[in-house]
């Protein structure tokens, strides 16, 4: 499996292509708002996007959903925050942003193992930013979405958000034995190790 970074929409979200190199499949997480650029990197790679992972609902990082959809991508999203991709709580109205409504074809709960491309992944969930925002460990890799930055952690001030919750999921990922490899929702790419050293933020509980 091989990972490539790409950063879409006017709030630089994060997108990850998982690249299955014997299949030429490729799972999507966080597609953004840059429908073109997706595209564009998909065909750059000459890949299929086969799924669409998203950490959370919110429109900066599921407003291409719908579009890869109707192109044959699954999209999976948590049960908690699948019903956001149906009503004003992706906060894309809130923003000034258009949206396109969509039912995610699966749903998954803490602890699960989806098995996409012949790539493992597992669901932690960890919730604050929204309150069914989600991380992918992947192979020694953590797909955070917007729970977890270089040395920051995500804001708790939209709906269903909360500072306390998002310090314990925090506390999770900290947990976990041995270092990773963190990649965020937005900006830099950090390792956990580094968090668990220097991210003063889990302190304001």
């Known amino acids: 499996m091989k990972i490539y970074h790409l950063s879409t929409g006017p709030l630089r979200v994060n997108s990850y292509f998982l690249v299955n190199e014997n299949t030429n499949e490729a799972i999507v997480i966080d597609s953004g708002e840059n429908y073109k ?7 750059d790679l000459n890949v299929k996007i086969v799924a669409v992972l998203l950490t959370h609902a919110h429109f900066d990082h599921a407003g291409n959903a719908k579009k890869l959809q109707d192109d044959g991508a699954a999209v999976y999203i948590s049960k908690i925050d699948a019903k956001k991709l149906l009503n004003e709580q992706n906060l894309a109205s809130d923003f000034g942003r258009t949206f396109d409504y969509l039912t995610a074809d699966h749903t998954f709960s803490d ?6 491309c012949d790539i493992e992944i597992k669901v932690i969930m960890t919730p604050g930013h929204t309150d069914g925002s989600a991380t992918f ?11 977890l930055f270089l040395e920051s952690v995500g804001r708790t001030d939209f709906i269903t958000g909360d500072k306390q919750v998002l310090v314990e999921s925090v506390k999770k990922l900290f947990a976990l034995d041995g270092d990773y490899s963190v990649y965020p929702g937005h900006e830099e790419f950090t390792t956990l190790e580094h968090e668990r050293k220097y991210n003063t933020f889990v302190d304001y509980d």
């Open 37 to 43: 650029k997706i595209k564009q990197t998909e065909s």
């Open 137 to 147: 460990c992947v192979g020694n890799a953590l797909f955070t979405g917007d729970t």
């Open 111 to 116: 602890g699960d193992i989806l098995n996409i």
